[in-house]
């Protein structure tokens, strides 16, 4: 199972907006709404920011949002601020019953 | 609140053996699918290994498959990682995480991560 495509890294300036996204394929992203989103400051373990494509655990602001469009998902974050510098991964359940974690996205605030 | 907090890792050769262990507090350990998930130094995520509520069910990375076996002890709220044959690209920090399984979609709670070594 290879791992899902993300950019190496996007940037922003404070109070703008970034989109990460997650390229898998119909045996992943395409076949299931399973996919979760992870933010990971450095020396952290993961946090869970999104899941099922569009959903935000109690706790995670709304400038978080997350979508969907065949076998690509997408991260988009909203008036960007300092604290969320900080490397994203998505994550997808397969058909063989496993999951896969994208390569990872560094995000940069200016 | 939910606490889940790994421990055994350490530095082994290559061809050994080791026994992680990841105990749970603050929800009912025996209701959810549990997994351990790792990630090499300055890499990425990699799924390693997820087992149902009662144990009835496991599912590994290929690149485990055979190796690693994973168990639980829901009177202890426990979950363990057998660590067998490792190698040199075994290397990682090894979180262990609530979630996975067909029934799941995500790993709402991970703990704070143990660091194995294998190098000679």
């Known amino acids: 199972q290879s791992a899902l495509t993300q950019p190496p890294s996007v940037s922003g300036s404070p109070g703008q907006s970034v989109t990460i996204s997650c390229t898998g394929t119909?045996?992943?992203?395409?076949?299931?709404?399973?996919v979760s989103w992870y933010q990971q400051p450095p020396g952290t373990a993961p946090k869970l920011m999104i899941y099922?494509?569009?959903n935000r655990p109690s706790g995670v602001p709304d400038r978080f949002s997350g979508s969907k469009s065949g076998n690509t998902a997408s991260l988009t974050i909203s008036g960007l601020q300092a604290e969320d510098e900080a490397d994203y991964y998505c994550?997808?359940?397969?058909?063989?019953?496993?999951?896969?974690f994208g390569t990872g996205t560094k995000v940069t605030v200016l | 609140q939910v606490q889940l907090v790994e421990s055994g890792g350490g530095l082994v050769k290559p061809g050994g053996s080791l026994r992680l262990s990841c105990a749970g507090s603050?929800?009912?350990?025996?209701?959810?699918?549990m997994s351990w998930i790792r990630q090499a130094p300055g890499k990425g995520l990699e799924w390693v290994s997820y087992?149902?509520?009662?144990?009835?069910?496991?599912n590994y990375a290929g690149s485990v498959k055979g190796r690693f076996t994973i168990s639980r002890d829901n009177a202890k709220n426990s979950l363990y990682l057998q660590m067998n044959s490792l190698r040199d690209e075994d290397t990682a920090v090894y979180y262990c995480?609530?979630?996975?399984?067909?029934?799941?979609?995500?790993?709402?709670?991970w703990g704070q991560g143990t660091l194995v070594t294998v190098s000679s």
């Open positions: 119909s045996s992943d992203v395409g076949s299931y709404n399973r």
């Open positions: 994550s997808s359940y397969t058909s063989s019953s496993t999951y896969v």
């Open positions: 603050g929800s009912t350990f025996s209701d959810y699918y």
């Open positions: 099922e494509v569009s």
């Open positions: 087992i149902s509520s009662s144990s009835s069910y496991t």
């Open positions: 995480a609530r979630g996975g399984g067909s029934s799941s979609s995500h790993f709402d709670y």
